[in-house]
């Protein structure tokens, strides 16, 4: 067990809310490891077509065994990979809400089950996006599943370009950015909109993320690049990005692969740091922080999306 020194804590309130301005408490590790490791890396592009779960399953698992028969150890796939990303279309009033359950799963589904499946059989750990189904809510969510069929962690979007409303239970927003625990080390989640966020990175990191994985669909330009850059010199991780239209991979502080098909594999390798130390009580107050902000900035977002949809209507 790391020994890490304990300090007082104490409670404040900020803007109505709770903080707990704790400093960092003992975290147990099973094993700390002091030394880098190389990881061989496949980012897969591909256009998942909308409401065809089935389709796009087989295609991810066609990618997923060309990215092993490239010597990927860990190959990342894009946002919306299974279910083909339907909410811009639901948003619009072109499609209705109640479609998306034809595609949201579990991750106790026959769907993920198949890709558990397909992680032993490769021994190459496995991630990807998917909508997620919890109860009566839908998420836009992250799957890391093992070399060995486990799940290891899972990810939910936590912020949205097109804002957010409290009655989107087809896309809800997710609540915490944590790291967990993968053969390779401790593994952060981006989802798309969420690379362009620097805190949503440094929480993830302060949760010690070694490495940093960004399914997404969305901005494939250089600007693109710049951002997910920076978010990698930022924290000093490598980051691996699997977009619609770029695959980027980043090391050392620099892009050592990039790609801008649609569709295709972009091989590199990272190196994973030694373990990072955490630290739980800034995470935690960064995280208030952040959640304050966002609850402002969803709202804007919302509205400004309405008064285009609305504009567009107008102009039909």
Known sequence: MRKVLLVVAFVSVFNGCIVCLAADEPVADEEVRTRPIKVRVAAISYVPVKFDLSGNADRLERAFREAKAGRAQLAVGPEGALDGYVINGILAGDVPEKR?????????????????????????????????????????????????????????????????????????????????????????????????????????????????????????????????????????????????????IIDDGRIVAVDRKEEGITFGTITIPPDIKRMPGRRDKLEQEFLLWRQVEMQKRYHILMKRIQRENNEE
């Open 100 to 248: 998306i359950s034809e595609v949201a799963i579990s991750t106790s589904h026959a769907t993920m089950e198949r890709f558990q499946s397909l992680a032993r059989e490769l021994e190459m750990c496995l991630v990807f996006g998917f909508a997620e189904q919890i109860g009566e809510d839908i998420f836009n969510c992250a799957v890391f599943i093992d070399d060995k069929g486990e799940i290891r962690g899972k990810q939910h979007k936590m912020q949205f370009a097109e804002g957010y409303h409290p009655s989107w239970w087809f896309n809800r927003l997710g609540q915490h950015s944590r790291a967990f625990d993968t053969p390779f080390g401790r593994c952060g989640v981006l989802i798309c909109n969420d690379r362009w966020n620097p805190r949503i990175a440094r929480l993830l990191v302060m949760d010690g993320a070694q490495f940093i994985l960004i399914p997404a669909w969305g901005t494939a330009t250089k600007v693109n690049d710049k951002a997910v850059l920076g978010r990698a010199k930022e924290n000093g991780v490598p980051i691996v990005e699997a977009n619609v239209g770029v695959t980027l």
